[in-house]
């Protein structure tokens, strides 16, 4: 399909199939064109083919998708992949993986098959990928007969994977990749190893094209091409410090190998007349010579034959005529025994029997045990594309650790929208209980985990768990955010129901409607009440609550305690007031009470005078009463004194007169 670029700005100088440079544009980037386009250069206008334009910018420094407008037919058409250019010194330049191929491969879901054809210059690269793999319809890769330049640049892919099969049965994408010829035209032999290594590290399978017989010519020319990219090629890891994994060989990373052969004198019976198969064949051609003659050549031939034996160990081979020719396809037989190897079979029948068995057992691009999705080959390429700008060896390990890297943050990121989607539905509940957000989180954690490491089980641990430990810390913050989110959440509607519920306590309060602080408070606490019963079960809304009653309080206290003290302050008032009025009738109290004391004090003097006269006389009475006592009680002492005497005498006359009486009764009774 003819596609139309139009560039936004800019004036053209330069030729066509060379570096065009534009001055003042509105891009910087490297342009690939696919199919015909109508290219302007100066003064000069035609038809270009699909060729290498390198846009140099002088002012500008980032692309604008406006500025480069791609229309196509929206059929299948062939895309740049990766641009090579040459340096003056003849070294390769890779410009980049270019973006139409980001896009399209990074799209591709899923294991995929990638089939790159690859040989000599004009060998009919293009023509196989079209009659074989290619849909019906459509045109296919450019083919031109021009024999002085080629007709590809670089490496090319088709806009549409085709669906094939893995040996499993599994359904894999299979992409196409069509090569710059080998050998062509001015290229250099440094750019045809950066090729054929680039072909062959990006592809599961490989169809290797070439003209004339499996000799021992073909098969040097093959192992050249293999043995320069096996020099350019380290297997194990330079910088892998935190796993080192186990020794590989570059035989480990081979794509299969389809050698595809136009030899027009095909012999397909051995000397005894016994038909072989295209693999016989190939094992034939591989067989080690056994000349005479020559012995260097045969030793170099017998380690070039080894080496591709080592190197491919599933290899098969494709007779064909060339396919360009279209008397070709048009010679049937009329023996119709089938087969793949049949020599009966026409070539399109061989044609459609290749497809068939390629789309079948298509081979799953795998890397490290790993299978390969189209934004990984993206992945990869980038990394040997980078390799090849700084004229570095291609270094499997290490480019396998840079896909890791970028897979892992890219599986990481999606942990973390997995994360984020568990708890979209959650957000618009916020505030929830401490149990039901640490449930939520949990899972929320266990599918951006499970996640990552279904996406991670194929790359290398060593980096899963390096990315696994960053998804770890990224979802604890991410955690931590929901939490602070969970509690702003609850201290706002917390703080938007209380403003509500005390409103009116506020106003009353304001409105100096309490009498005393405990009205207010008896208020307060029903309010408080009213909010615990409304308000969401949640930490911060208590911690709201607690902070708000506690200013709440703190403000009515000072509110009633201002009132409290103005009162005082009156009533202080009034009392020193009184206390000064009370002062003054003291005062003139005072001053009465002092003259009447004094005239008090006068007559008090007076009658203590009076009195003192009296106890005078009272005390000389009493003196004289005294005696009077005194004597009287001597004479009363005397006179019974007397009457004691007379009494005792008495007494003892009468004892005697009873002891007479006595004895004489005692007498009376003897007798």
Sequence with gaps: PEVRILLAAGEYSGRVCDDLEIRNPAVDCLLLASSERIVECGERKGVGREEEMSFRSLGSENVRDEDLVVEDSGRGCPLPFINIGNTSSGRPRVAAVTEAAKRLLSNIEGPICVVSSIGLFKSGKSSVLNRVLLPSGEDGFHVDSNDDQPCTRGLWVWSEPIKAQAPDGTEVSMILVDCEGLDGGSSFQERDCCIFSLSVLLSSYIIYNSVGALADDAVETLWRFVHGMANSVQVNSSKDDEEKTEQQSIADFMPKLLWAFRDEKLQRKDEHGRQFSSRQHLERALEEATREFGADKVQNLNKAKAGLKHLFPDRDCFPAVNLTDPEASRQESPNKSGGLDSSVLSLPRRLAA????????????????????????????????????????????????????????????????????????????????????????????????????????????????????????????????VSADNWKAGAYRGRELLRELYRPVEEKLHGNEYASFSDYERDRLKARSAFLEQAPRHQSVLSVLHEAMEDAVASAATRFITKATVQAQDVQYRLEEEVENLRFDLKQERAASEGAISALRDKTAQQEAWISAIKTKEREARETAANDKERHAQQLLDVGQAHSKALAEALQERDEALRARDEANNTLHIH
């Excluded at 993206?378 to 896909?403: C, R």
């Excluded at 999606?414 to 989607?421: H, I, K, L, Q, S």
């Excluded at 899972?443 to 390096?466: E, I, P, T, Y």
Aim: proline share 2%; net charge negative.
């Design 354 to 481: 290749l497809r068939e068995a390629i789309r079948k057992q298509a081979e799953v691009k795998t890397l490290f045990g790993a299978e390969l999705s189209g934004r990984m080959l993206v992945e990869l390429a980038e990394e040997l594309v980078t390799a090849v700008n700084n004229a570095s060896p291609f270094n499997i390990a290490d480019a396998w650790i840079e896909v890791c890297d970028r897979e892992c943050a890219g599986h990481m990121e999606e942990g973390v929208r997995t994360f984020a989607e568990s708890l979209s539905s959650l957000r618009p509940q916020l505030p929830v209980g401490s149990s039901d957000l640490a449930s939520a989180h949990q899972d929320a954690s266990a599918a951006a985990m499970s996640a990552f490491a279904l996406s991670a089980r194929d790359l290398q641990a060593g980096r899963v768990r390096k990315y696994k430990g960053q998804l770890e810390a990224t979802l604890k913050a991410a955690w931590e955010k």
